[in-house]
């Protein structure tokens, strides 16, 4: 499975970004799928996730409540809408996605840089 994101960029403190990220090669629809992210200097670090089916999702302390994950599994696409976005959320933006073992993140994106300005 290849994963691929888009939608990043550079946008002012308090705007909002969709990143997007689509698999090909197979099918996205029964993993669990998340986002990372990773800043320089900074060990890359989770920021959300999605159960397989979308039922259930969970979040980093620091993007609860501003940032929210979905997807679409008839288009192989997990989101990530990202809302007041602040300069600590600059970061390379990774799609991730589980293989069999459950927790462990085997598929990955080259990520997307989102980069937030002060």
């Known amino acids: 499975v290849q994963l691929v994101e888009s939608g990043g960029g550079l946008v002012h403190d308090g705007g909002s970004l969709r990143l997007s990220c689509v698999a090909s090669g197979g099918t996205l629809s029964t993993f669990a799928a998340g986002w990372f992210r990773q800043s320089p200097g900074k060990p890359r670090e989770f920021v959300a996730g999605i159960s397989w089916s979308g039922r259930s999702t969970h979040y980093a302390d620091a993007v609860d409540g501003r940032f929210t994950i979905s997807r679409e599994n008839a288009k192989n696409t997990v989101y990530l809408q990202m809302s007041n976005l602040k300069a600590a959320d600059t970061a390379v933006y990774y799609c991730?996605?589980?293989?069999?073992?459950?927790?462990?993140?085997?598929?990955w994106g080259q990520g997307t840089q989102v980069t937030v300005s002060s």
């Open positions: 991730a996605a589980q293989g069999s073992v459950q927790g462990e993140y085997v598929y």
